[in-house]
T-cell receptor, first 116, second 113 residues
């Protein structure tokens, strides 16, 4: 089975702190994604990466950056955390872009971040 | 742009009731359609999918048919169980466009014994 592992399930950080959320996948997937989940808004794409050292902005990149130094690892960085970044963060991965239609995207269990 | 609209919840049903969760979409290209489920405290799991018009996805008693003429992908189950209580997300990805998912807002289903 594909496994997407997020390093922290629950974090509490202070306003202004730098926050790292780590994600690792074990299926040699090219694509990796970071989503944010908020009640009533569904999931919104923050950033995605289709290869090592490559990154593309999603729908809500402001206040976030990402790093992909190795194929299996995709990190989300909050340079200076703010209270409006309190949310559930979900990492996901999938096979190559341009793969077959309906290529399945696999999700991690999520990281609950509270910024106080 | 692409978007997915699904009925707001929560939906509360008694065990063995019939379930329908409506989902409609707008897409700039030819989409694949998905239903994901999120059980309490967990991430999202793929429930079912359909990649072309008139395809029916099915899994665990759930079904959804890709209706291009009505741009819909409604989720149905004939007899729900308490264990089906979860949040259900409808989503699309545009074929040959990087597999990025666009999600609906999610519908919480609560099934009472």
């Amino acid at each position: 089975d594909v496994k997407v592992t997020q390093s922290s399930r629950y974090l509490v950080k202070r306003t202004g702190e730098k926050v790292f959320l780590e994600c690792v996948q074990d299926m040699d997937h090219e694509n990796m994604f970071w989503y944010r989940q908020d009640p009533g808004l569904g999931l919104r794409l923050i950033y995605f990466s289709y290869d090592v050292k490559m990154k593309e902005k999603g729908d809500i990149p402001e206040g976030y950056s990402v790093s992909r130094e190795k194929k299996e690892r995709f990190s989300l960085i909050l340079e200076s955390a703010s209270t409006n970044q309190t949310s559930m963060y979900l990492c996901a991965s999938s096979l190559t872009p341009g793969g077959p239609p309906g290529n399945t995207i696999y999700f991690g269990e999520g990281s609950w971040l509270t910024v106080v | 742009g692409d978007s997915v609209t699904q009925m707001e919840g929560p939906v509360t049903l008694s065990e063995e009731a019939f379930l329908t969760i409506n989902c409609t979409y707008t897409a700039t290209g030819y989409p694949s359609l998905f239903w994901y489920v999120q059980y309490p405290g967990e991430g999202l799991q793929l429930l079912l999918k359909a990649t072309k018009a008139d395809d029916k996805g099915s899994n665990k008693g759930f079904e959804a048919t890709y209706r291009k003429e009505t741009t819909s992908f409604h989720l149905e189950k004939g007899s729900v169980q308490v264990s089906d209580s979860a949040v259900y997300f409808c989503a699309l990805s545009i074929n040959n466009a990087g597999n990025m998912l666009t999600f609906g807002g999610g519908t919480r289903l609560m099934v009472k014994p």
